[in-house]
């Protein structure tokens, strides 16, 4: 599988999209407009190994909700994905068995070393 998870409103996630290369071969979600599903946010946790990987902790919400000063379970991080796409790191690029999230040029860079030694 070849996925994006996205916000195609966020001139971050469409740079770093605009930067990889083979993009034609990847499914495009916009999380704003097709909300994630519990089964497809399971696989990413699947892939990246926590839930608390994928949840942004930079999301305005999670500043005014106060959740900054909690201490948040996995079940917590993924309840607040699936409540609102605004918590899920974007973007989430997922090649195969492989995934990629946010926007941290380390991680993008990865992405982009990923694809181009295919």
Request: glycine fraction near 2%; aromatic fraction near 12%.
């Amino acid at each position: 599988m070849r996925k994006i998870y996205y916000l195609k409103t966020c001139d971050t996630c469409l740079k770093i999209i605009k930067s990889l290369p083979k993009t034609d071969s990847f499914v495009f979600q916009d999380i704003k407009e097709q909300q994630i599903t519990v089964k497809q946010l399971e696989e990413m946790h699947e892939l990246a190994g926590s839930y608390e990987v994928l949840f942004s902790k930079r999301a305005k919400l999670y500043k005014e909700m106060g959740l900054k000063d909690e201490k948040l379970s996995e079940t917590d991080f993924k309840r607040y994905i699936l409540e609102h796409y605004t918590f899920l790191s974007r973007p989430v690029i997922i090649i195969d068995n492989k995934i990629f999230v946010g926007n941290s040029p380390k991680v993008v860079q990865q992405a982009i070393d990923f694809l181009s030694n295919e």
